[in-house]
């Protein structure tokens, strides 16, 4: 079985096209390819185009491949927000299994999005037993 977290890591462009180039590229990574992890992430181009990705229960570790993958999209979008000057927001949150383990984090070339982003999500544990 084994530790087991809950995901999510969003980006939001100021345009369609924006996010679209940066879309591109991600796609080509070898991770993401291996790994099919272009249809793991939800995709929304108006009102504002932002891509998410969201897991429950899934074993996030760093050295694991896919969470690679997936978290390259950071690295990616920074590079071509640099090259392009364009603005983007990145927003990061894994709860674990344990009621501590939390890691949060905003990012980006822009607070304004990243907090946005932050806005739109809610998480939401609850206990339940069945007697």
């Known amino acids: 079985m084994g530790y087991r977290s809950?995901?999510?890591?969003a980006?939001?462009?100021?345009?369609?096209?924006?996010?679209?180039?940066?879309?591109?590229?991600?796609?080509?990574d070898p991770l993401v390819?291996?790994?099919n992890i272009m249809e793991d992430w939800i995709i929304q181009r108006d009102p504002s185009p932002i891509m998410a990705y969201l897991a429950e229960g899934?074993?996030?570790y760093p050295q694991f491949e896919d969470?690679?993958?997936v978290s390259c999209?950071?690295?990616?979008?920074g590079q071509f927000a640099s090259k392009r000057g364009f603005?983007?927001?990145?927003?990061?949150?894994?709860?674990?299994e344990s009621l501590t383990d939390v890691e949060e984090t905003h990012g980006g070339n822009s607070m304004n999005l990243a907090h946005y982003l932050a806005d739109l999500v809610t998480f939401h544990r609850s206990i339940?037993?069945?007697i």
């Not at 809950?6 to 890591?9: I, K, P, S």
């Open 11 to 28: 980006v939001a462009f100021e345009t369609p096209e924006q996010m679209d180039e940066v879309l591109a590229i991600y796609a080509m």
């Open 6 to 9: 809950d995901v999510v890591l």
């Open 87 to 96: 603005n983007y927001g990145l927003y990061y949150l894994r709860y674990g």
């Open 128 to 130: 339940t037993m069945d």
């Open 58 to 60: 899934v074993k996030w």
């Open 33 to 35: 390819q291996k790994h």
């Open 67 to 69: 969470v690679q993958a």
């Open 73 to 77: 999209i950071d690295q990616v979008a």
